[in-house]
């Protein structure tokens, strides 16, 4: 028996458990269940009503009832109570009432037919707001130094109030780790100082109900600073603590808690509040140590300077000994306070409602804890268990009650109640006695959509008596078990782990029980998640500019996304520069504030994606400031500044900048550069300057704006440290010598009265230096020089202070003049009929007077070698070749063959030529002809002509001319080639016996004893006259020749059977009696004899053709016959008789003056019709 019991219990249990989630629909019969009440213990403001709230559910729908103070409260004889229709909420006026009078405890019961629920004890309070007890405050006069408590000790309100100290202007008094305030409101002082005397030290209560403040008198506190002192002057200065050692340091000690430990407790779920506060001086460290255990970092908070430490949610492990530690210098104390937990009733298993068919069996259980262990009742309907009737079908156990084989009409609420010294539990729990099919609560056809990967949970919240029991089905025949895929849960709802895209479909889930079965059909669509492709990436940006951040993404199409763009956080800043795109942020003109954080959110329905990226804001850096000159000598000076701002983007360097206020006021040169890490600098300077400097810094962006400058420092004059640079010494005429040198700058001057002393000698001869002194110059003219002669030169600065360095020797030469000689022995020697070698001597050193330049050969061709010398070339003129240094020899290229040339030399140096040598001829060879001077060919039927004139310039004596030629096409060359040479007299030919309409190519060229010379081309054709300089296409073989040539083909053919159409019907015209109805005098008349028509004579060719009508206007136009051609053609100007002949040639004006005569009545040509058809 008990094996069955036990193994009855544990199936109660589970099937309890089972119907945790059932809800009974409310169209069924239930018992009451409370869904709405007041706190436990409800303090009502006096000033408004009382509002108890109690609201509950059944089936039929409950009816309410209260109690107060344990006895029956008759809501209907009290005019200031009001309970709301249909719900058991109490609003009671308490207005012109006394509120103390509604006080007490109240418990609402909610009854309909199958029983009763009974809400929590309701203890109502009344706020309140008590003054302040009158007391004498005296005024506290302390010891400086020693510690201090300045008590509060508000009245006791209901809810307690809020304590803080103020002064008299409202102000809130600073705390501090030596002063604070503890949890009871006092104000403590560790040690006192001057500062802290006073007189407005004022504790203030603020009451939360009804929001009221009250202030307790002010407490003055002096603080006398004594270097001695003794108990009697204290007593008279009524000085409340004393101190032995006054104006010294002390060790620590605990002003609360007292002594070397305390205790606390505190209930379970609650937050556990520790104070400790110490005196010494110098002002105590706190700390805090739990002894064997550490402090729960994630609910453990330090306050008032780690003086306060609160635990929140304490449970039974945060039982234990605390100790705090306060340590000055001097050295350190301990408080250990032992703290103990304690727990009102709480839940383990509260009991739940039981939903039974006739003849189940269920279990209610009441499982609590607390400490002390609670106490556990039953009641059912609100009576206690022991005083109802009694049921053979129920027992209790402690916390458990059994029901077996209940029967309906047995359906009640029961109660548990669990109670300890620390408060109480209760619980309603019905049950409910049914029989009822199965029923879906869960809406039909529901289509839940999930993303891949992610668990899907399709629910089939069911309801019956006894317990359906749920099956699940995919696409109505696959049956689904519990497994790795599919969990499915007590409540019916089917879980898939890891969706994917084959789990979409259709699912049935079937409720059975003994009574019925009941079906519903879900939908599952699993989506594709959304993701980010491209994410914002981190931009460097410079203000004024913009920066674009790019948000590509893919997500299911079957979905609507939403873009969201956040700046660090929160939302984009609303500002019209922020603009947002399909997958992008443009940020325009870049400030500084829009530096941060931008996240890019895609979001759908169901997912969403996220990407953030920096903006970082970069800039010039902002100028450097404060500068400053120190370690000042003579020449030097240490110069340092305090960089600017960089902007975001790191100093690479700083550039030092000085203005010369002596020599070059507003004109700021660079003077140096230093590291980017550097704010110092040491300067070398010059004498004789008055610097100012400047610093700029560099960044990646650019060079911020100068510093301000720094301010004057000055330089001592001193001697020239440098000498003028750039000396040199150049004659620009003969006889003189200029020196010219680079003058120095006022920088490099190092003082006043700058000047620069120039000296010269002649090199190698034995002379002394000559010296001149000159002043703003830059050179010096030196007069009675020999021609180009050697000196050596030194230019030395001096000042009012001193000279120089000694000056550096150059050498330079005076002024040059034109050579006296011309060069000797030149001799030509000719390599072939276009180059000649020249050969000479060099002109003697002491003639060049000056700097040898080279030599010019100047030659010019006289005449050809053929030439009578009569015949010279008179425009022929000079060729110059310049040979560089010294040469003596050179090559003459591009001489023209056979002919006579003249050449002579001149030497050339800086000043000019020199005069010529004496002329020299020579005469070049024979070469090769040039080609002839025209080449043209005649053509014939089946011939050609050939002339040709000479060649313009023969380089030598013609002996002859040599044609080629050959038949040729425009890209093959074709046939062989036939040759034929003539004598020089001779310079025409006929070819005969060629074939016709065939191109052929000609190339003929004239010779010399040297060879023959270029060939001139020509190409020419048979069939027509076709000259052309080189090849050309083939007209015969191009498809628009031929295309033309079958149309030209065709039209004859058209115009033959014409012809023998008019040939056919020309001899009986069947239109006399229309021509007699329509007389013209301009027609000619018929022949009497046949009706034919009749010649026209050469005299009448314009006239009309018989037959015809010709308006006044001489034209041709169509007869009045409504069967002519005309109507079937494109224009009048191309006409056929009413026969079919052709009469287009007649139809333009008569021109009797030009042409008359001169055509003919013959049938048309065909060139003439086709140009008729044209």
């Not at 027992?395 to 408060?423: H, M, P, R, W």
């Not at 492709?533 to 299911?556: N, T, W």
Request: glycine residues 6%.
């Amino acid at each position: 028996m008990d094996f069955r019991l036990s193994f009855g219990v544990l199936l109660m249990v589970f099937l309890c458990h089972m119907t945790s989630a059932l809800e009974v629909p409310l169209d069924l019969p239930q018992p009451p269940t409370i869904t709405l009440q007041s706190p436990k213990d409800y303090i009502f403001d006096p000033r408004e009503n009382i509002v108890i709230h109690c609201e509950a559910k059944g089936k039929p729908h409950p009816s309410f009832s209260w109690t107060r103070n344990g006895t029956h409260f008759d809501v209907e004889k009290d005019p200031k109570v009001l309970m709301k229709p249909g719900s058991g909420t109490l609003v009671i006026d308490i207005s012109g009432e006394k509120a103390e009078a509604y006080e007490g405890t109240y418990q609402c019961t909610a009854h309909n037919d199958h029983g009763t629920a009974v809400s929590n004890n309701i203890v109502i309070r009344q706020s309140r707001s008590p003054l302040w007890s009158k007391e004498r405050i005296e005024a506290i006069t302390v010891q400086m130094g020693v510690s201090l408590v300045l008590q509060c000790r508000p009245p006791a309100g209901l809810p307690p109030p809020v304590i803080f100290w103020m002064d008299n202007n409202f102000q809130r008094l600073p705390l501090d780790r030596r002063v604070s305030q503890a949890l009871n409101g006092d104000l403590y002082f560790s040690n006192v100082l001057s500062e802290d005397t006073r007189n407005d030290y004022i504790c203030y209560a603020r009451f939360p109900h009804t929001q009221t403040i009250q202030q307790k008198q002010p407490i003055s506190v002096t603080v006398l600073e004594m270097d001695t002192m003794n108990e009697t002057v204290a007593s008279l200065y009524n000085i409340t603590k004393f101190s032995a050692n006054p104006a010294g340091e002390y060790r620590p000690g605990f002003m609360t808690p007292l002594g070397d430990t305390s205790t606390e407790m505190v209930l379970r779920g609650e937050t556990l509040e520790l104070e400790c506060i110490a005196e010494g001086l110098p002002t105590p460290e706190m700390s805090w140590q739990k002894d064997g255990g550490e402090l729960p970092t994630s609910r453990v908070s330090f306050l008032n300077y780690k003086k306060t430490v609160k635990i929140s949610d304490v449970s039974e492990a945060d039982a234990g000994d605390y100790t705090c530690t306060a340590t000055n210098r001097l050295g350190t104390v301990d408080h250990v306070i032992k703290v103990t937990v304690k727990a009102a009733p709480f839940w383990i298993s509260a009991p739940r409602n039981l939903i039974l068919a006739p003849n189940e069996t269920g279990i209610l259980t009441c499982r609590v804890n607390g400490d002390p262990k609670p106490e556990i009742r039953w009641f059912i309907n609100g009576v206690p268990l022991e005083n109802a009737p009694e049921d053979h079908t129920r027992k209790v156990d402690d916390d458990t009650v059994i029901l077996s084989n209940v029967q309906s009409g047995s359906s009640a609420v029961y109660q548990c109640n669990a109670s300890n010294e620390f408060g109480y539990l209760i619980a309603n729990a019905f049950v409910s006695v049914l029989a009822e099919p199965p029923r879906v609560l869960t809406p039909p056809n529901q289509v839940y959509q999930v993303i891949t990967n992610s668990p899907a949970l399709l629910h089939c919240a069911t309801f019956g008596s006894p317990i359906p029991t749920i099956t699940w089905f995919k696409d109505s025949k696959i049956s689904i078990k519990s497994g790795d895929s599919y969990v499915i849960h007590e409540n019916g709802t089917l879980e898939i782990n890891v969706a994917q895209s084959q789990n979409s479909g259709k699912y049935t889930c079937i409720a059975t029980n003994n009574l019925g079965i009941k079906e519903n059909h879900v939908f599952l669509e699993v989506k594709e998640p959304t993701r980010i492709l491209k994410q914002p990436e981190y931009k460097v940006v410079q203000r004024g500019m913009s920066a674009i951040f790019e948000c590509k993404v893919k997500h299911d199409p079957s979905l609507i996304p939403t873009m969201t763009w956040l700046k660090n956080n929160g939302k984009l800043p609303d500002d019209e520069r922020f603009e947002v795109d399909a997958d992008s942020l443009t940020i325009k003109d870049v400030t500084d504030e829009d530096e941060g954080t931008y996240t890019c959110i895609m979001s759908t329905t169901l997912d969403r994606d996220s990407a953030s990226a920096m903006l970082t804001v970069v800039e010039k850096p902002d100028p450097p400031t404060d500068l400053e000159l120190t370690d000042q000598t003579e020449r030097s000076v240490r110069l340092t500044w305090i960089p600017g701002d960089e902007h975001n983007s790191p100093t690479q360097k700083f550039l030092i900048q000085f203005e010369d206020l002596l020599h070059q006021p507003n004109v700021w040169v660079n003077f140096t550069e230093v590291p980017g890490m550097s704010t110092t600098a040491h300067l070398d300077l010059s004498p004789y300057v008055y610097y100012s400097f400047r610093v700029l810094a560099k960044n990646q962006v650019g060079y911020s704006q100068p510093s301000q400058a720094s301010r004057q420092y000055r330089t001592n004059p001193a001697a020239p440290d440098d000498n003028p640079s750039h000396v040199q010494g150049e004659g620009t005429e003969p006889g003189n010598l200029v020196i010219s040198w680079r003058s120095l700058t006022g920088l490099q001057s190092n003082g006043p009265g700058l000047e620069y002393k120039v000296q010269w000698r002649q090199k190698d001869v034995d002379q002394e230096w000559s010296s001149r002194t000159v002043a703003n110059a830059s050179q010096l003219v030196v007069s009675g020089t020999p021609v180009f002669a050697p000196y050596e030169i030194k230019v030395q600065s001096l000042n009012d202070y001193g000279n120089g360095p000694e000056a550096e020797v150059i050498i330079g030469y005076s002024g040059e003049d034109l050579p006296l000689s011309a060069p000797d022995g030149v001799l030509v020697m000719v390599h072939n009929s276009t180059v000649a070698e020249v050969h000479w001597e060099p002109v003697s050193s002491h003639s060049i007077r000056g700097k040898l330049k080279g030599y010019k050969v100047y030659y010019r061709r006289e005449r050809g070698l053929h030439e009578a010398e009569e015949e010279a070339d008179q425009e022929s003129q000079d060729q110059v070749l310049t040979f560089n240094g010294n040469l003596t020899e050179g090559h003459l290229p591009g001489l023209q063959p056979y002919s006579l040339y003249n050449l002579f030399i001149r030497v050339l140096n800086s000043k000019g030529e020199g005069p010529p040598s004496p002329d020299k001829q020579f005469e070049t060879p024979e070469g090769v002809p040039g080609p002839p001077s025209f080449l043209q060919v005649n053509p014939g039927l089946d011939s050609l002509t050939l002339e040709w004139g000479p060649p313009l310039n023969n380089n030598g004596r013609l002996i002859g001319y040599t044609l080629r030629y050959q038949p040729a096409n425009a890209t093959i060359e074709t046939g062989l080639v036939k040759i034929m040479d003539f004598p020089v007299n001779e310079t025409t030919v006929t070819l005969d016996s060629l074939n016709s309409s065939v191109q052929y190519k000609f190339d003929l060229n004239a010779k010399t004893i040297k060879g023959a010379g270029p060939s001139i081309t020509k190409e020419a054709s048979t069939f027509m006259e076709t000259t052309v300089p080189s090849r050309h296409v083939d007209i015969a073989t191009q498809g628009w020749f031929i295309g033309l040539m079958c149309a030209i083909a065709l039209l004859i053919l058209v115009l033959l059977i014409v012809c023998f159409i008019k040939r056919n019907k020309g001899g009986k015209y069947p239109v006399k009696e229309k021509e007699e109805a329509h007389q013209d005098p301009e027609i000619q008349p018929m022949k009497e004899d046949d009706g034919t028509f009749g010649e026209y004579s050469d005299t009448e060719d314009h006239k009309p053709l018989k037959g015809s009508r010709t308006p006044s206007n001489g034209t041709v136009r169509r007869d009045e016959s409504d069967d002519s051609l005309v109507d079937y053609g494109e224009g009048g100007d191309g006409q056929f008789n009413e026969d079919g002949s052709f009469i287009g040639q007649y139809s333009g004006k008569k021109e009797k003056d030009t042409h008359e005569g001169n055509e003919s009545s013959e049938a048309p040509s065909p060139v003439n019709a086709m140009n008729s058809f044209v």
